[in-house]
T-cell receptor
Framework: NAGVTQTPKFRVLKTGQSMTLLCAQD?????MYWYRQDPGMGLRLIHY???????AKGEVPDGYNVSRLKKQNFLLGLESAAPSQTSVYFC????????????FGQGTRLTVV | GENVEQHPSTLSVQEGDSAVIKCTYS??????FPWYKQELGKRPQLIID?????GEKKDQRIAVTLNKTAKHFSLHITETQPEDSAVYFC???????????????FGTGTRLTVIP
């Protein structure tokens, strides 16, 4: 099992450009999440999904959109990148029967210039 | 929503000493409290967790205590080793909430340095 895999690992965008981050998990988890990690602020939830075809807003959803067309994939989109979106993005997944542990991807370092 | 506060933000200890990291939470409905360790440049990984129906849990050199009344929980690492150096995050969530998801609310992290 690969666990949770994020693509890409690094990216530099110009202000106003768009991009999509892909998260894939092979653990048959129901729940998937996108977090951003900024210095001194911990991990903050952007959007989450409780199952295929469902998404919901987290703590800091503005400027981001998500989709979960397949159970194993959770996509995070930035339609018009801003310097404030410079961050490290982590995808996570959790919940299979009897197991609540959240597993994280390796992170995507995004810089918006 | 839930608000988790974590202290201290940095902690340095001599190898072999103990380290304690403390967190408080605001939502009395939270019932699951995991701790994650993040080594430099790596992903966060679960090291121990506790549910609200117990007050303490131990796993070798790591222990977590929970005080539901005061709404705080702590991570204790004994006999620290250089490989314990990392950033530690506490988190809280309500399993079985109305959202249907186990959304974790994280503290801001503690950078632990173990000095050889």
């Amino acid at each position: 099992n690969a666990g949770v895999t994020q693509t890409p690992k690094f990216r530099v965008l110009k202000t106003g450009q768009s991009m999509t981050l892909l998260c894939a998990q092979d653990m048959n988890h129901e729940y998937m999440y996108w977090y951003r990690q900024d210095p001194g602020m911990g991990l903050r939830l952007i959007h989450y999904s409780v199952g295929e075809g469902t998404t919901a807003k987290g703590e800091v959803p503005d400027g981001y959109n998500v989709s979960r067309l397949k159970k194993q994939n959770f996509l995070l989109g930035l339609e018009s990148a801003a310097p404030s979106q410079t961050s490290v993005y982590f995808c996570a997944s959790s919940y299979s029967q009897g197991n609540t542990e959240a597993f994280f991807g390796q992170g995507t370092r995004l810089t918006v210039v | 929503g839930e608000n988790v506060e974590q202290h201290p933000s940095t902690l340095s200890v001599q190898e072999g000493d103990s380290a304690v990291i403390k967190c408080t939470y605001s939502d009395s409905a939270s019932n699951y409290f995991p701790w994650y360790k993040q080594e430099l440049g790596k992903r966060p990984q679960l090291i121990i967790d506790i549910r609200s129906n117990v007050g303490e849990k131990k796993d070798q050199r790591i222990a977590v205590t929970l005080n539901k009344t005061a709404k705080h929980f702590s991570l204790h690492i004994t006999e620290t080793q250089p490989e314990d150096s990392a950033v530690y995050f506490c988190a809280a969530t309500q399993l079985g909430s109305q959202t249907g998801a186990n959304n974790l609310f994280f503290g801001t992290g503690t950078r632990l340095t173990v000095i050889p």
